[in-house]
């Protein structure tokens, strides 16, 4: 079992930026693969970024290579997500995850979630 809290959300001006922490319980979280996605209003969860249980590969989507960055430290039990040169379309509940296999940019890979966190991009 993983419990998982984001937190560094916020309201910021475009070009800005802002780094989510996903804090997790437990003493298996360096074996698992952890993911961030999102999910803006009426519209379907999508995914952002993933890293490996190592923390030796990365993932991003399209639309935020580049400008974002995941990293995680086992030691912490912490996966971050820094933000950069944010724009509107980055609005969204950012949510974390935690899975053990599958595609990284797949929703059904992660088996625990975080509540989320609200991040707001002014125009």
């Known amino acids: 079992q993983v419990q998982l809290v984001e937190s560094g959300g916020g309201f910021v001006q475009a070009g800005g930026s802002l780094r989510l922490s996903c804090a997790a319980s437990g003493r298996t979280f360096s074996s ?3 993911g961030w996605f999102r999910q803006a209003p009426g519209k379907e969860r999508e995914f952002v970024a993933a890293i490996t249980s190592s923390g030796s590969s990365t993932y991003y989507a399209g639309s935020v290579k580049g400008r974002f960055t995941i990293s ?11 933000m950069n040169s944010l724009n509107p379309e980055d609005t969204a ?7 053990v296999s599958g595609p990284v940019g ?7 979630w975080g509540q989320g966190t609200q991040v707001t991009v002014s125009s």
Do not use: E
């Not at 430290?73 to 820094?82: F, H, I």
């Not at 797949?106 to 625990?112: E, K, L, Q, T, V």
């Open 93 to 99: 509940v950012y949510y974390c995850g935690a899975g």
């Open 106 to 112: 797949r929703f059904g890979s992660y088996h625990y």
């Open 72 to 82: 995680r430290d086992n030691a912490k039990n912490t996966v971050y997500l820094q």
């Open 32 to 34: 698992y693969i952890m």
